[in-house]
């Protein structure tokens, strides 16, 4: 498949720009400005650098430009100097491929015209056949004679100095025990005669060495271009032969493994959508013949039969509004031939909320100002400092899973169980978008704190968090709309430093229970690893699996989380899926990224690929799908987000001030207000205070603790207490306020679910039950 081509880079001698350079794996591409310019390309930190600074200049004339990928491409010259370029987009790539390619021809050409006359009539022969062969080789073998006859000019001199250097050394000689007489004169005749031959001996064999060393130079230039001709002929009739037996070899597995071949790639972009590795290229074998530290996908998609695209009925709930409508969303195809499902309502937005929170402060993070105060300390006593944190909680982290929460108001309206299984696994994913950016830490929240997210007038929902132990550290999710769902989960987090990244795993599972089909949906999340915890910039990924289970129908979603990978070719932050039912069949497929969007197509055939006998390995499954449609996009960034911690809309909204809520709300945490406003100092120092104050309620209740199990142990009987085992005494008897820790009828887990009351209690302003935790 041929890439499109971009525009050509503007006439002249010179192009500049921006392109990222990698430099390490410390500090990955680096931003630099490059400049091309008479067959030279040159780099600098910035463009203010080019008067007198440049950190690199490579020789275009000799050098190899290579495309690795759609922004990728490394320019070298034999190993001595190698670029890893990256550009910004594909058009931007190819616009330096171009101009690339153009001053390297110029400067091979001018490199030419400034060797010897005769080279220019043999720079294009060695890609030349036939009669231009037998041209070359005559050339060849008139040079080696032309050659072979200096050699032996060069040995006769040799011979000629030999003999006449002989006759000078003896004539010195003699000259040396002649006394002064008249046959002095002679003497001295002879030795200038004798040293005159050997001058004009000598200049014979300089002048012989120069003509020799001039041939060859000339031929020898001419010859290592010939050479490199060829071999650069050589490298491109073997990468296209290896791109065709990529081709031929493809072609066979697809064939053998689907029944129903593909259409032919008249129209390449208009019924094909990919959730393996790009669209059906070669792409997915060179990554798997070359690159076995990538994960290959377990599974192919090709356009379908142009006879499903032809039905004008179907059996199969959607398919034929599906085929017909093409710009329509998976939900209004369900929706159309669904009389019974609510018209959309009017948002009633009963107040505004706020846009925009202060500016992160730019303070500079002292290191030696938190060691010094934690000489002598324990090491849970060591308190973080703010400067690592962003100013929400994590109960408010955890409301910002619902940023999406219409995905889950969709599936409530779907009448067919897969697709409503399409939408909840988009809801899954939708939930890491808001991480890309959010490098900053979470507060911890303290236990007994609560957080409410009331929607009910705007969107039709209520949630409520609560941070039900601290160590581990747990906290319950409840959340119950008017729009037919209900979502809750009970999360802890476990963590594990491994040097260069910390790696944090969400342990426990995630339910969604729709009223009017009683589908009930489990899942559980994915690891998030932060990078460059050490040095460097930090950046988040999300990696693993999920599997969303439908426990009525016994329906099934299993999406894939890519890791990043340097060595990959494919998208980053890449996320595929299938949608089976209980039978394993195949329904729908899923692709995109959980930082963008996702996309979901119908399969209409699915098959399985593989060679014979197991000699390819692992056997892929090739789906035949329709055309891929928008499941779910990502909202843009308010305006300025990275002065405020990276924050969307609703997480600008979700520490705002609120009448009403109750006294163990995060709103009411000062240190996190604090820490809002900019007060970084004394938000330390609060943080400081309540953790120390959690630690005093702790050791309280610790005691009471004591003292009730001694007081059990002393209203039992002595002999009982001798008969019976020892028993331990309870650390801890902290009991939640709103949550009841009990076993989930569903998966047998032991989880806490919301007991009720919350609500009712916030009406009637009843919040003595409420600890003081701030």
């Known amino acids: 498949m041929s890439e499109p081509k971009a525009p050509a880079p503007p006439p002249g001698d010179t192009y500049k720009g921006w392109l990222f350079k990698w430099t390490n794996y410390i500090k990955g591409y680096q931003r630099r400005w490059f400049v091309l310019s008479n067959g030279l390309l040159s780099y600098y930190r910035t463009q203010a650098e080019m ?35 990256k550009a910004s987009s594909e058009v931007e790539r190819q616009r330096w491929i171009t101009a690339l390619e153009l001053a390297k021809a110029k400067a091979v050409r001018m490199q030419a015209e400034s060797d010897d006359s005769g080279d220019d009539c043999v720079s294009s022969s060695p890609l030349q056949s036939g009669q231009g062969s037998g041209t070359r080789n005559s050339e060849v073998q008139s040079t080696l004679r032309t050659l072979g006859s200096k050699v032996e000019d060069l040995s006769t001199c040799n011979d000629l100095i030999a003999k006449h250097g002989s006759a000078l050394q003896r004539s010195l000689s003699e000259l040396e025990g002649v006394r002064l007489g008249g046959d002095t004169g002679d003497k001295i005749r002879q030795v200038t005669e004798r040293a005159t031959l050997f001058r004009i001996t000598s200049n014979a064999m300089i002048n012989a060495c120069r003509d020799f060393l001039a041939l060859a130079q000339a031929h020898s230039k001419r010859w290592q271009k010939a050479l490199q001709a060829e071999r650069e002929q050589r490298v491109r009739l073997e990468e296209t032969l290896e791109q065709l037996a990529k081709q031929h070899n493809h072609l066979e597995r697809a064939f053998r493994g689907a029944t129903v071949l593909p259409p032919p790639l008249a129209n390449p972009a208009g019924d094909s959508k990919v959730s393996g590795k790009g669209d059906v290229s070669d792409e997915d074998d060179e990554n798997e013949f070359f690159d076995a530290m990538e994960d290959v996908p377990e599974f192919i998609t090709v356009p379908a039969d142009p006879k499903y695209h032809r039905r004008s009925g179907s059996n199969v709930s959607g398919i034929s509004s599906e085929i017909g409508m093409d710009d329509q969303s998976l939900d209004e195809q369900s929706l159309a031939s669904n009389p019974e499902s609510p018209q959309p309502q009017e948002v009633e937005l009963v107040r505004k909320r706020r846009t925009r929170i202060p500016d992160k402060p730019n303070y500079s993070l002292n290191l030696w100002s938190i060691m010094k105060n934690c ?64 490098t900053g830490k979470p507060f911890n929240p303290l236990l007994g704190e609560t957080f409410e997210l009331d929607r009910l007038h705007e969107f039709g929902y209520r949630s409520l968090c609560e941070q039900v132990s601290h160590h581990p550290p747990a906290a319950a999710h409840h959340v119950i709309s008017k729009r037919g769902w209900t979502l809750r989960q009970e999360i802890t987090l476990a963590s594990k430093f491994r040097g260069k990244y910390l790696s944090i795993m969400p342990l426990g599972t995630i339910h969604c229970i729709f009223e009017k089909s009683n589908n009930h949906y489990t899942w559980k999340k994915v690891t998030t690893t932060v990078h460059n915890i050490i040095v460097g910039k930090l950046w988040i990924d999300q990696s693993g699996e999920i599997d969303v289970v439908n426990h009525r129908t016994g329906d099934r979603c299993h999406l894939k989380f890519a890791p990043y990978s340097y060595f990959s070719r494919d998208v980053a932050r890449k996320v595929t899926g299938v949608v089976t039912d209980k039978d394993g069949k195949a329904h729908f497929v899923l692709s995109g990224t959980w930082d963008e ?36 996009k990502k909202n843009p960034l308010p305006e300025g987000a990275e002065t405020m911690y990276y924050f969307s809309l609703l997480a600008l909204t979700l520490n705002e001030q609120e009448e009403g ?65 020892l028993k331990s005494v309870p650390q801890d008897n902290y009991k939640a306020q709103w949550f009841e820790r009990t076993e989930d009828p569903t998966t047998g887990e032991v989880t806490h679910i919301y007991m009720g009351g919350y609500w009712e209690a916030k009406e009637q302003a009843s919040w003595d039950m409420c600890p003081d935790i701030f």
């Not at 007198?52 to 190993?79: K, P, Q, Y």
């Not at 399969?603 to 891929?628: D, H, I, P």
Request: proline share 4%; hydrophobic share 30%.
């Open 51 to 85: 008067g007198h600074t440049c950190r690199g200049t490579i020789n275009l004339a000799t050098a190899n430009i290579v495309v690795e990928d759609s922004c990728n491409f490394v320019i070298s010259n034999g190993g001595a100097q190698t670029y890893h370029l």
């Open 661 to 725: 809520v109750a006294p163990t709300d995060s709103r009411r945490r000062p240190d996190q207000r604090l820490m809002e406003q900019g007060h970084w100092e004394e938000a330390n120092a609060e943080k400081q205070r309540l953790e120390e104050k959690q630690r005093s309620m702790r050791r309280e209740r610790e005691r009471e603790a004591a003292r009730a199990a001694s007081a059990a142990e002393d209203a039992v009987n002595e002999d009982s207490i001798t008969d019976s085992p």
């Open 375 to 438: 000489i002598g300390k324990e090491l849970s006593k060591i308190p973080m400092p703010v400067n690592f944190n962003e100013p929400l909680s994590m109960l408010q982290r955890l409301s910002e899973d619902l940023e999406y929460h219409e995905l889950l108001d969709k599936a409530a309206k779907c009448q067919n169980p897969l697709e409503q299984l399409c939408y909840v696994a988009a809801f899954s994913v939708s939930s890491y978008s808001t991480t890309v950016h959010r």
């Open 597 to 632: 969007k996702m996309e979901v197509s119908r399969v209409m055939q699915s098959s399985r690929g593989g060679g014979e006998n197991g000699t390819e390995g692992k056997q892929k499954t090739v789906y035949q799908t329709l055309r891929a449609r928008e499941l779910w």
